[in-house]
Each structure stands twice: as C-alpha cells, then as structure tokens.
C-alpha cells in the first residue's frame, strides 16, 4: 500500500476500540474504507488490529489510560503523529459500576469511572473538534447508553454519566451544526460485550439477561452517523421501543422503580 493511497481514505479514532461495541464499530470503519486509529488501556490491542486489518486500510493503536489527564493528552499526540486530518472520532471507552451506593461501591471506582466516561470524552472532544471545525468537515459518535434515558438505581454513577453523554451530544450537534461538523449519539441498550461483568453485575437481571448484538449495535451507530442523524438507540426492536417510546411516557420514579428490579444486586437469582 503507497502513501498516497492511504492519504486518500479517510480516517477515524475510535476509543476503546479493542474490544466490545467499540471494535465492532471500529470494524464497520475499515470495512467501509478508512483507515482507523484505536485505542485502549489494556491489552488486546495488536490482536484487535490484526482482526481489523483483514479489511486492507491502515491501522493505528495507541495505548492509554484515559482516566488521566496525561493519558487523553498522550493519545491527542498519537493522533496528531499520524498527520491526518480526523473524519470521524468515537468517543466510546467507557466503564460500568453496578451496586449499592452507601455500603456497595468504592469511591474511587465511581471517580474512575466519571473521569473516562465524562472527563476524557471531554478531554478529546476539546483537542479534536476544533481542527473539524477549521476544515468545515468531521462527525463524531458519543457513545451514550440508553441509561441516560431513565434514572439507574444500582448503577446511580453511570447512568449520571450517560446523561451527561448525550445531554453534551446533543448541545455540541446544535453549536458545531453551522461550522460543517455534526455530532450523533448512540444509545445501546443491553450489549453482550464484557460490560457487565467488568462493572460487577453478573449476578444482577440485567448483567445475566438476553443482550443485543455488539456488530448490529455498531452497524446502528455507524449508519446514524453517517446519516448525521442526532441519535439511535442501538439494539433490537424491544430497544428502541423502551428508548423511543416507554422512556418518554413513564415518570421518572417509575422508570427508577423498573431498573431497579433490573440492577439490584443479586436480582439474577430472584428471576430464576
Ligand atoms: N454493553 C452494554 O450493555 C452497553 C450499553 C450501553 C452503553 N454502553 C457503552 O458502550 C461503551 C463501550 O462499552 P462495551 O460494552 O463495549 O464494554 P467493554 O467491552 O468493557 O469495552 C470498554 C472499552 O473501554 C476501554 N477502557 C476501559 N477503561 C479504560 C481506560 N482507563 N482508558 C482507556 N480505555 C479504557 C476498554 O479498553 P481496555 O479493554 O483496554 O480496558 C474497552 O475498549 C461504553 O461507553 C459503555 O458505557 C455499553
């Protein structure tokens, strides 16, 4: 592959994109022609790029804990190095936490988990978004959750966060619309990826329940964004009408009430 012949594919970021949603969205990337850059903190990131390879565009990787500042600043760095104009960035690494706010969850998971799912979306927004605007051309996909739909008991911090994901979607959408950028959210609900069980929820109704497909939920989100629709709820039918319809008739209570009974710790057993 020539130089120039890369020079003329366009390019994404995807974080988190060494597993779950984030690579398979990453995958609808390459096989749809642009070369891609994919980060992660772990590991699994030469195994991801190989697999994405497979499509013939350019892969990046760049290793960070974008829980940090220092770590959303090192992959701001990879991305300028590439020397490549940003066509599409996913802001999709995220963190889950399930359990009991007094007596369950730690505060520094809770603070982790805000700095990557709020902070460093953020962060990177903030360093990428200003070059798209000086071009006149760029997409990015926040990578939301159906949760910032309703209120979450039992995961009361992430679903904070989620809001927060789309709430800052849908503001950046309207401001960046008249400079040439715009800016979807994607929503999944349930998505059988490691979710779950890195937020400590396998023995919840909802960690140990039927989840939607991770490759369908990226083609959703991949689509949406190029649609430069403002935002999809990613999953099956039952989905999009909890996301679509049923989140916008209930109260809040009662949509507390009914997740509830879905993220209690230990209402896995109580389903059986
Ligand atoms: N699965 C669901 O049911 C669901 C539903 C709604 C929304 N979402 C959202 O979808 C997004 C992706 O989640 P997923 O379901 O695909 O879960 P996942 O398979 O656990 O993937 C999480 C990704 O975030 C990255 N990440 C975690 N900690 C990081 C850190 N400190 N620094 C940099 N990257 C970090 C992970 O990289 P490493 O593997 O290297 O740690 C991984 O690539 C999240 O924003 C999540 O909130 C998921």
Redesign the pocket.
């Known amino acids: 592959m020539t130089e120039s012949q890369s020079q003329t594919r366009p390019f994404a970021v995807i ?9 398979e969205l990453a995958a609808q990337f390459a096989a749809n022609g642009h070369d891609i850059l994919i ?7 030469p195994e991801a790029a190989e697999r994405l390879g497979q499509h013939g565009t350019t892969i990046t990787t760049a290793k ?4 940090t500042y220092d ?1 959303v600043e090192a992959l701001y760095a990879a991305i300028c190095e590439t020397d490549r104009p940003v066509d599409a960035l996913v802001l ?5 936490l399930g359990g009991h706010f007094v007596g369950g969850t730690a505060l520094d998971d809770e603070l ?1 988990l805000i700095a ?2 709020v902070t ?1 979306t953020v962060h990177l927004a903030k360093r990428v978004a200003p070059d798209m605007v000086a071009r006149r051309a760029g997409r990015i996909l926040v ?5 910032a739909t309703t209120p979450t008991p039992f995961e009361a911090v ?1 679903g904070g966060t ?1 809001a927060f994901g789309l709430s800052f979607a849908e503001a950046l959408r309207n401001e960046l619309a008249e400079h040439g950028v715009s800016v979807t959210a994607l ?10 069980h ?1 937020g400590d929820m396998d023995d919840t109704a909802i960690g140990a329940g039927d ?2 497909d ?1 490759t369908e939920v990226a083609r959703q989100g991949y689509d949406a964004l190029m649609a430069g629709q403002d935002k999809v709820v ?1 999953g099956d039918w039952s989905a999009k009408f909890k996301g679509n319809v049923t989140n916008k008739i209930l109260t809040e209570e009662q949509k507390a009430d009914a997740h509830h009974d879905l993220a209690r710790p230990g209402s896995a057993e109580a389903n059986d």
């Open positions: 974080t988190g994109g060494n597993q779950g949603i984030g690579y980060s992660a903190h772990g590991d699994g990131l960070a804990d974008l829980t770590g999709n690494a995220g963190l889950g982790r990557l799912n460093s990578v939301s959750s159906v949760s992430y989620k929503l999944p609900a349930q998505t059988e990826t490691n979710f779950f890195r989840k939607n991770p990613g």
